[in-house]
């Protein structure tokens, strides 16, 4: 108890110290990570990925083969010069070139257009440095999951505390042992956040909240069943829009003429004729908006429980989840019926042609058509019901932390 009161003060003390009380910033992100899959906030923050280190890409007429140039004056954070033969980058069946010290060359076992895409990570070279001016440090526990990512660019450390919850980064932050939380998933309305120093909201369009549907339930198993599902759900999108696909909708492959499911109690009924009782699940960060969807519901037939789960249940009916939608607009890991996160295990044929055709198709325009349909077939087929992108803040100490955090953090 004396502990979390000398915080709570310590903290309060904390908000009118002007500027830094030092010159190392700690922050905070909600999230669980690994040394392969870095946050999208490090890498932005870093970055170094190869895209951005080099002066132009060149792709082979057959689709096979990508060559990047480095840009010259390249160091790595020691100070030695940077060379194509000592940067570490390891892709499963992609064999790597270097012709000469400013030539990378990919060679891919077939097309596969989201390619760049997958190299916006930090290179590193063998002994493990990053391009100047930054070092770089990660600390994980013995499952492999990151807990603290320690950022130095030669003026100040950055010390990045990864927690699995909300909760658990708003008390780190309480209690003083973090100066700032950035991309905090704001997803309950009714949280007071008032006392937390700077609160920045904004729209995360590179998320997304939907509602998985297990296409192996007898009772979900047809295409009526879950288009009643989403006719019957009467959610209010007056405090944050409504998402249409899972495609970013900044992309150039975003489609915004796709099937919409207005509330509809008259179709929901024809749909779904008969007494119908599911089983919603959701983690804890996500069970205000699974209690207002069961709220929701418009015809008396169709009842919701709601389950509480730490993870991505084995079995599940309906599953209430997040989404960070990938940069590219590839997304067949999450929706072919032969990939393992394809959790809802839905199996349309048409879905899987063109999310086949749009990874081996290297012409943009060729390839939004392509996209354009994935999503329209998606919203008939309704591997998930896209709900909406969700809000998040920057909290920060105070100004200065702010303005850091702005420039150098914000998606």
């Known amino acids: 108890v004396f502990s979390v009161v000398l ?18 910033i ?4 909600v999230g669980q990570y690994s040394v392969t899959n870095l946050p999208t906030e490090i890498i932005s923050f870093l970055n170094l990925g190869l895209n951005n280190l080099t002066i132009n890409q060149d792709i082979s007429p057959d689709g096979k083969t990508y060559t990047y140039k480095l840009k010259p004056g390249l160091t790595w ?3 030695q010069p940077i060379k194509a033969q000592d940067i570490n980058i390891s892709i499963p069946k992609v064999n790597l070139e270097t012709p000469d010290p400013e030539t990378i060359k990919f060679l891919l076992p077939a097309k596969f257009a989201p390619f760049p895409s997958i190299l916006n990570f930090p290179i590193i070279n063998q002994k493990g440095l990053l391009p100047s001016p930054f070092q770089i ?15 130095n660019n030669g003026q100040y450390k950055t010390f990045v505390n990864i927690y699995p919850t909300s909760s658990q980064a708003l008390t780190a932050y309480k209690l003083g042992q973090i100066d700032a939380i950035v991309n905090l998933p704001f997803l309950n309305q009714n949280l007071d956040l008032s006392g937390f120093g700077i609160i920045n909201k904004f729209l995360d369009e590179q998320s997304l909240v939907f509602l998985i549907i297990n296409h192996k339930d007898p009772n979900l198993n047809s295409k009526s069943a879950r288009q009643g599902l989403a006719y019957a759900l009467d959610l209010d999108y007056s405090h944050i829009p409504k998402a249409l696909t899972t495609i970013n909708p900044n992309s150039w492959a975003f489609n915004p003429l796709v099937k919409e499911y207005q509330p509809n109690p008259q179709r929901a009924k024809e749909l779904i004729d008969s007494d119908l009782e599911l089983e919603l699940s959701t983690t804890p960060e996500l069970l205000a908006t699974a209690e207002q969807i069961k709220n929701s519901i418009n015809i008396p037939n169709l009842k919701l429980n709601i389950k509480v789960v730490s993870s991505t249940p084995e079995d599940f009916q309906l599953f209430l989840t997040t989404f960070n939608i990938p940069q590219d607009p590839d997304q067949y890991p999450f929706w072919h019926s032969t990939q393992a996160g394809n959790v809802g295990g839905s199996t349309s044929e048409k879905l899987d042609k063109l999310l086949e055709d749009g990874r081996t198709t290297l012409d943009q325009t060729e390839r939004k058509t392509i996209y354009h349909e994935f999503q329209r077939v998606f919203a008939e087929e309704l591997p998930a019901i896209v709900l909406f992108h969700p809000q998040h803040v920057n909290l920060s100490r105070n100004q200065k932390i702010s303005d850091i955090i702005d420039t150098y953090w914000s998606r």
Request: net charge positive; hydrophobic share 40%; aromatic share 0%.
């Open 26 to 29: 700690h922050v905070g992100l």
């Open 7 to 24: 915080g709570l003060v310590l903290n309060k003390v904390q908000k009118i110290l002007p500027g830094l009380s030092n010159k190392d």
């Open 137 to 151: 440090k990660l600390k994980q526990r013995s499952s492999g999951v990151l807990t603290q990512v320690v950022i």
């Open 77 to 79: 954070s020691d100070g």
